[in-house]
């Protein structure tokens, strides 16, 4: 593995973000007459809309109605009340800068929608440094599903085996195992490492990987 190019994920991974996104969701679901516990969403972080509201309420999604206004109030929920609020993962902005300076490719691969990802990376301090970014506009499914990745790994311009995705969830896991990346993953996100298995490496946070760099799979550049 000769490692030219990172594939960030955000939320979990550089901002400490998935318990408000639950928060937002129980919120928006209990508006619109979904009674959904917080212990039942909070395990599917790190999916997009689009796959985890049908697995919660079965039948919805966020194409039609009603699915698509609790969809539209999570959004609302999460920036109003919890965006402004959230702090970024211990070193996220420091492993991003070391990532940079070491001349590797650097793309976000996340399954926010852009204009919610725009400022998630401002509020986690590394919009300025992370400028390329993959969304799930971009792609017909999100995580889990293999596209955000996959996308991801064209724009960058590398064979999927020059490149490594940071993530935090097991879903991060599963889309870059089916585009054929590596992953290497951090605890941040609330996720033990039983859940984080196929990771090809664990850290507690971007941190403690910056603080191993050395021995880490990103150090493998040749």
Known sequence: MAIR???FDVDGTLILSNDAHTQAWVAALAEAGYPVPFARIRPLMGMGGDQLLPRVVPGLTPDAEPGKTIAQRRAAIFLERYLPILQPAPG???????????????MVASSAKKQELDQLLQQAGVADLLTEATTSDDAAASKPAPDVIGVAVRKVALPPTDVIVLGDTPYDITSAQQAQVAT?????GGFADDDLAGAVAIYADPADLLAHYDQSPLAQTH
């Open 184 to 188: 290497i993953a951090v605890r941040c």
């Open 5 to 7: 190019g990172v594939l």
């Open 92 to 106: 996220a902005r420091a492993l991003v800068e070391h990532v940079q300076q070491a001349g590797l490719r650097m």
